[in-house]
C-alpha cells in the first residue's frame, strides 16, 4: 500500500474518533438558554450530574437566563439545593428549590418572577378583561401587581398541566391562561373558593 494513503487513513481514523469524543463530551452541555453557572461555596464531586438534572426541571419564560446561582446544602448522600437565576429581562429572580437524594432530584418549591416585562404586562391585561375581577382592582387595590409563573403540575390541580401566570393585587389574585388569553381563575381574600370555575 501507498504510503500516503495510510497516512490518509490513520488520519481519518484519528479524526472520526476526536469527533466522537467532542459529541460525547458536549452531551453534559448546558443548554442554550444557560449563559453561565456558579457554584456558591464547595462544588459537589457530582456536580455534573446534578446540573444535568436540574437543567431537565428549570427553564425560563420565553427569556434566557444570563446567570444559574447554584447552592447546596447538606452532603453528597442528602442535599438542599436552591437555584436562584436571572434574566436581563427582569429585576426580579426565578427561584426553585430542591432535594437530592440517592441520585434522584425532587423540586419542593418555586417562585418564579423572572418574566420578561412584555409578557408580565400582557398577563395584567388579560386579568383585567375579567370584569368582577377589575371592578375588585379599581376599588380597592390600586397600584402594580405581582405575576408569578406557575408550573404545569402545579396548574394541573387549578385547570390543566401547562405553564399558567398568576396575576396578584393584595387581596385578590387570578390565574391567566396566556395562550388562550383568558382568566381561568379568581380568588378573592375572605373566601375559601375561587370565584371563576
Not at 459529541?23 to 457530582?46: I, K, L, M, T, Y
Not at 436540574?54 to 425560563?60: C, D, G, K, N, Q
Not at 436581563?88 to 434522584?104: A, C, G, K
Not at 418555586?110 to 391585561?125: F, M, S
Request: overall charge negative; cysteine-free.
Amino acid at each position: 500500500m501507498n504510503i500516503k494513503i495510510i497516512v490518509t487513513i490513520i488520519l481519518l481514523i484519528l479524526a472520526l474518533g476526536i469527533g466522537l469524543a467532542l459529541d460525547q463530551g458536549n452531551s453534559n452541555a448546558r443548554p442554550e438558554w444557560v449563559h453561565n453557572v456558579q457554584w456558591q461555596g464547595d462544588r459537589p464531586d457530582n456536580a455534573g450530574e446534578i446540573e444535568e438534572l436540574l437543567f431537565l426541571e428549570i427553564a425560563p419564560y420565553k427569556t434566557e437566563y444570563e446567570l444559574v446561582n447554584i447552592s447546596t446544602n447538606g452532603d453528597k448522600n442528602k442535599m438542599d439545593i436552591k437555584v436562584t437565576a436571572t434574566t436581563l429581562d427582569s429585576e426580579i429572580p426565578d427561584i426553585y428549590d430542591f432535594v437530592f437524594e440517592e441520585n434522584d432530584l425532587l423540586m419542593t418549591g418555586y417562585l418564579l418572577e423572572a418574566i420578561p416585562a412584555a409578557y408580565r404586562n400582557d398577563a395584567i391585561g388579560i386579568a383585567l378583561t375579567d370584569r368582577d375581577l377589575a371592578t375588585s382592582v379599581s376599588v380597592s387595590n390600586p397600584g402594580v401587581p405581582s405575576v408569578k409563573r406557575i408550573l404545569p403540575k402545579t396548574s394541573e390541580k387549578f385547570y390543566m398541566p401547562k405553564t399558567l401566570l398568576s396575576v396578584s393585587w393584595r387581596g385578590i389574585s387570578a390565574l391567566v391562561d396566556p395562550d388562550e388569553r383568558k382568566v381561568v381563575q379568581v380568588w378573592k381574600e375572605g373566601t375559601n373558593t375561587n370565584i371563576k370555575q
